[in-house]
């Protein structure tokens, strides 16, 4: 696995995807979500290649990249750009299921693997788990098994968005306490998390217990002068 290291500001994305309407689509919905801008498009692996080598490789933190591309594949592109030298991120996007696909898109590096088709949420789940595992990966020196254990949680969290929900579980509540909990300055109780969200106390526990469990919320207690600790939560 090799994170990419481009300055501050929104992640640059590059989308390639031989379908231009399909690439117009993903774009669109890149740009929707906060911390990430479209970097460009492509519609083969050459032209992904021509991208990534011209002026504007050092400003691409990450390639959402299809599979079937005209010219090549793109687990075929992905051990080309590695030889290369060129270490920018990939989460492939793209129809090919078969196991062994994903299993080659595991060893060859790519960080995520997203299904087609797909819903907005689903992609938003995995852009905001990647940028959890940067966030994660920031600064020098050693981790201690907190850190690592949050950076290996950042990147599994990005599986489980709201698209991907348990049954009985609705993807607007878990977007409504995602929202709250996002725009907290510290961490919140499960009572403050539902009167922001105009939940009940039980809801707003189911869904960040449910939240927690898959890497995107992470628990932590406080203590009083008596009683038991209260559970606090806030985003990863």
Do not use: C
């Amino acid at each position: 696995m090799t994170l990419g290291t481009g300055p501050g500001g929104p992640l640059e994305v590059l989308v390639v995807d031989d379908d231009v309407r399909v690439a117009r689509v993903n774009a669109a919905y890149v740009g929707k979500v906060a911390g990430f801008r479209v970097a460009g498009q492509a519609h083969t692996a050459a032209e992904a290649l021509a991208f990534l080598e011209g002026t504007q490789s050092s400003h691409v933190d990450l390639v959402l990249l299809d599979h079937y591309l005209p010219d090549e594949t793109g687990l075929s592109l992905v051990r080309r750009l590695r030889q290369l030298g060129h270490h920018t991120d990939i989460i492939m996007v793209t129809a090919a299921r078969d196991i062994a696909t994903v299993q080659a898109a595991m060893r060859h590096g790519a960080l995520q693997y997203l299904v087609k088709p797909f819903t907005f949420a689903g992609l938003r789940a995995k852009l905001e788990g990647y940028a959890a595992l940067r966030r994660a990966l920031e600064g020098d020196g050693e981790a201690g098994q907190d850190q690592v254990d949050r950076i290996f949680g950042a990147l599994g969290g990005a599986s489980a968005g709201p698209a991907e929900l348990p049954k009985g579980h609705s993807a607007l509540t878990a977007d409504l306490v995602r929202e709250v909990l996002r725009g907290a300055e510290g961490p919140l109780s499960a009572q403050e998390v539902a009167e922001r969200a105009s939940l009940s106390r039980q809801t707003a526990q189911r869904y960040l217990k449910l939240l927690e469990r898959t890497g995107r919320v992470r628990l932590s207690l406080k203590y009083g002068e008596t009683g038991r600790p209260e559970h606090r939560y806030d985003w990863v």
